[in-house]
């Protein structure tokens, strides 16, 4: 799907970004491997090498822009040329409500996960313009396209990397570089299982209605695709691959709260539910019963 390509993936020393790299590689690419944390970029690279594959490590702090810079020119010094770039890195904020968080995670937060990807971008598509052209995904999240309780500068960010998507996605559309976004629902890596030692409940309550994780494999194929010339058509948009997490959300949560059904549906109320209440409502009024529910739209009284 990808002979002989050129792809660079940030973020990949774990979880879904070392899925793509590891993905990039079996479809045939030579792949630079990059993370801020080195042992673990060496440790993806080492898995494309022991496979056959090309590989190499390039340690980078994805948001400072002269680190990116460096990151693209040693791409290209090594590969000749850059393909398909994945911008994954990224990581979570600490779970707080809007009044209760912090400055300086706030901060953080926007620099790894939107910043980089701004920064990665305008440093891919400069290299990609002088050979003719290149796919770009970035990973942003079903906290782009929804609210995340107790995560707002998680959310502000993955939204704001779709913003950014769109964006060069037409800018660039007739330079034959196509831009796009992937929004992972639960993915089964490092970072859920921190999210749930930080609050054990968390997850088990915003299951999707496939009732399981992602494994960063899922993610992964879809990002090949993306890259691939089977997605030729496919620029400036946001793919859900959330075991239909979204598509629940959107049918049944009006604006300005959920609709909630007792266990056998009969006893339906409307009931306005503030954004900190939607996590703990949502396993019991969802993902249990909203296929014994029907599922026609209402508006709250
Ligand atoms: N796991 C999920 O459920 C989920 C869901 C939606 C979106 N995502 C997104 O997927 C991406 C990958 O996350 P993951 O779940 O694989 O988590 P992860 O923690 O396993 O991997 C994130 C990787 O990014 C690296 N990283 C962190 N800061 C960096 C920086 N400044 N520069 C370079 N690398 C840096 C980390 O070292 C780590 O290897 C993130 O952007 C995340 O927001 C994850």
Request: net charge positive; glycine share 8%.
């Amino acid at each position: 799907m990808l002979r002989d390509k050129v792809a660079l993936v940030t973020g990949a020393g774990s979880g879904i970004g070392r899925a793509t790299a590891l993905a990039f590689a079996r479809a045939g690419a030579h792949v630079a491997v990059s993370d801020i944390d080195v042992g673990n970029a060496s440790a993806t690279v080492d898995r494309i090498l022991a496979a056959g594959s090309e590989a190499c490590c390039i340690p980078a702090d994805a948001s400072h822009a002269h680190a990116v810079a460096e990151l693209i020119a040693k791409t290209v010094a090594r590969f000749g040329r850059l393909d398909c770039a994945h911008n994954n890195a990224g990581i979570e904020s600490a779970l707080a409500a809007t009044a209760d968080s912090d400055e300086l995670d706030f901060d953080r937060t926007i620099a790894v996960n939107l910043k980089s990807v701004w920064l990665c971008m305008r440093a891919e598509i400069a290299q990609m313009l002088k050979s003719g052209g290149g796919t770009i995904v970035n990973t942003a999240s079903v906290g782009g396209l929804v609210a995340v309780p107790q995560s707002g500068a998680y959310a502000a960010a993955k939204h704001g990397v779709i913003g950014l998507t769109r964006t060069a996605a037409i800018e660039y559309a007739q330079q034959n570089i196509r831009v796009n976004a992937i929004c992972p629902g639960l993915t089964r890596t490092g970072m859920t299982d921190r999210l749930s030692r930080a609050d054990p409940e968390l997850l088990s309550a915003i299951m999707p209605p496939m009732g399981r994780m992602a494994q960063p494999d899922e993610i992964a194929q879809t990002v090949v695709f993306m890259c691939s010339d089977a997605a030729a058509y496919l620029t400036g948009q946001a793919l859900a691959v959330d075991g239909g997490a979204t598509a629940i959300w959107r049918a049944c949560a009006p604006p300005f709260g959920l609709l909630r059904c007792d266990r056998q549906g009969r006893d339906e109320k409307p009931v306005r539910l503030c954004a900190a209440r939607l996590v703990p409502v949502l396993p019991k009024h969802f993902t249990r019963d909203f296929r014994r529910v029907p599922t026609t739209r209402r508006s709250l009284q």
